[in-house]
């Protein structure tokens, strides 16, 4: 049986468990982020909407002057953008959440 063999693969194994562990330790001993570290998380959560949303700005825009239809498809684009960028938002949230 070779080294490779003797470890899990996957999520639970324990090299994972181990950094998560001293992940934890270090933001007990560091205490509370400071008030940038929050300003921080704002803006990036706010440009994870904003960009996706913008796209599909410039994207409808482009769209309504080359194929105008009966609906505009900019509106249409600042919906999917809007709600696109609000689930990349809660996906990066909830990922950040459970590496802590």
Not at 2 to 13: A, H, I, L, M, Y
Not at 49 to 68: E, F, H, N, Q, Y
């Amino acid at each position: 049986m070779t080294r490779s063999e003797d470890k899990p693969s996957g999520k639970n194994s324990a090299e994972e468990i181990e950094r998560k562990a001293e992940r934890k330790l270090k933001a007990r001993r560091e205490g509370q982020h400071s008030i940038w570290f929050g300003f921080g998380m704002f803006g990036l959560i706010g440009w994870a909407v904003a960009v996706p949303t913008l796209i599909g700005v410039a994207l409808g825009m482009w769209l309504d002057s080359v194929a105008p239809t009966s609906f505009s498809w900019t509106l249409a684009l600042i919906v999917a953008g809007v709600c696109m960028g609000c689930w990349n938002a809660w996906r990066w949230v909830s990922q950040e959440r459970s590496d802590d």
